[in-house]
């Protein structure tokens, strides 16, 4: 028996176990390495960091970007070796993403390979007008600004709408985006929301209203919009508008002058300018002004299509953000004395 031979093959086999238990724990160390750097969050520090990915970009120049702002500083064979176990290597796409404060390299690639881009919001308040809203668009942060220079005529025909007045024409109400999209479509989404509320909304309207299009409808809850900010008031001020026009009577709202003033207006609004005739002047015009005068919320909206009932024709501010209301001009005179005047008793 070759006791040498024997011995020299046990040696042998030491050495490849001992190999294969290297091999083993090296890839045990390495897998769990790379679930832990997977599930560690990243170095972000405030909640408004983003990462922009142009269309084409490789993946070595996004970690590149990653760790050139100091985001990762882990080795990127880390970063390969994740993805391609992702099966995501090949496939992110472009666009903006948010590096929000505990976020992991396996969510951020997950958000990539999603498309999940990070979304911004663009508020249209009730009551602005269309000017207003132009200025709060071209002060929108990573919008493109294709608007910027163009008349009211050809933005309402770019979004569709050609030949329309764009006073009262969009919704109110917050719209989501992504870097790069275009304040058009911002304008476009509003309008068509607008349009699609009004013509769900005017059939269920009350009946016998002294409205005979949706356009009036819009004409009258952009009056009521602009006249009270208070949701128990909408209805009670749309209800006196509605009994003037059945009456006739001129619906004499401050709201509609100063829009007919436009750069005239300062902040006060004297008896000149209420006797100076313009197509807005309700002291002097019979019926409803040609166009809104804003932007007429949902409630506003529903308020002008479903007016209070009552016997009210009148109403002034009582200084406090409510108003108060009279059936008679008598009532109102006093009314206005006390509020106005402050001459109470």
Not at 37 to 52: D, G, M, N, W, Y
Not at 63 to 70: E, P, S, T, V, Y
Not at 72 to 99: C, F, I, K, T
Request: positive net charge; proline residues 6%; aromatic residues 8%.
């Amino acid at each position: 028996m070759n006791h040498g031979s024997t011995r020299g093959r046990a040696l042998v086999g030491l050495l490849v176990l001992a190999g294969l238990l290297a091999t083993v724990a090296a890839a045990m160390y390495g897998w769990h390495a790379l679930n832990l750097f997977s599930r560690s969050p990243l170095h972000v520090t405030t909640k408004a960091e983003t990462i922009e990915i142009p269309p084409g970009t490789s993946f070595k120049r996004i970690i590149d970007d990653l760790r050139q702002r100091g985001v990762s500083d882990a080795n990127p064979w880390y970063w390969r070796l994740l993805a391609e176990r992702m099966r995501v290597a090949g496939r992110l796409h472009a666009g903006e993403y948010a590096l929000s404060v505990g976020i992991t390299p396996r969510q951020l690639l997950l958000n990539m390979a999603n498309g999940k881009v990070l979304q911004h919001d663009f508020t249209i308040v009730d009551g602005w007008t269309f000017a207003e809203l132009r200025q709060a668009l071209a002060k929108a942060t990573k919008l493109k600004h294709d608007s910027v220079g163009l008349d009211a005529a050809t933005i309402m025909q770019k979004i569709g709408a050609p030949g329309v007045m764009p006073e009262g024409w969009f919704l109110p109400e917050t719209y989501a985006y992504v870097k790069g999209d275009s304040d058009l479509d911002i304008l476009k989404r509003a309008h068509r929301a607008m349009v699609k509320t009004l013509d769900a909304m005017w059939p269920g309207r009350d009946k016998n209203l002294p409205l005979a299009t949706p356009y009036d409808a819009l004409i009258l809850a952009s009056i009521v919009e602009k006249e009270t900010g208070r949701a128990d008031e909408r209805a009670r001020i749309a209800g006196v508008f509605i009994r003037r026009l059945q009456m006739h009577m001129l619906l004499q709202t401050d709201p509609s002058v100063i829009y007919g003033m436009g750069a005239r207006y300062t902040g006060n609004i004297t008896k000149r300018d209420l006797t100076t005739d313009t197509p807005y002047n309700t002291y002097t015009r019979p019926g409803l002004p040609p166009t809104p005068i804003a932007l007429p919320g949902k409630p506003a909206l529903e308020a002008a299509l479903h007016p209070a009932p009552g016997k009210a024709l009148y109403f002034v501010s009582m200084g406090n953000g409510r108003h108060i209301f009279a059936d008679t001009l008598e009532e109102q005179n006093r009314n206005v004395n006390c509020y106005q005047r402050k001459h109470c008793g």
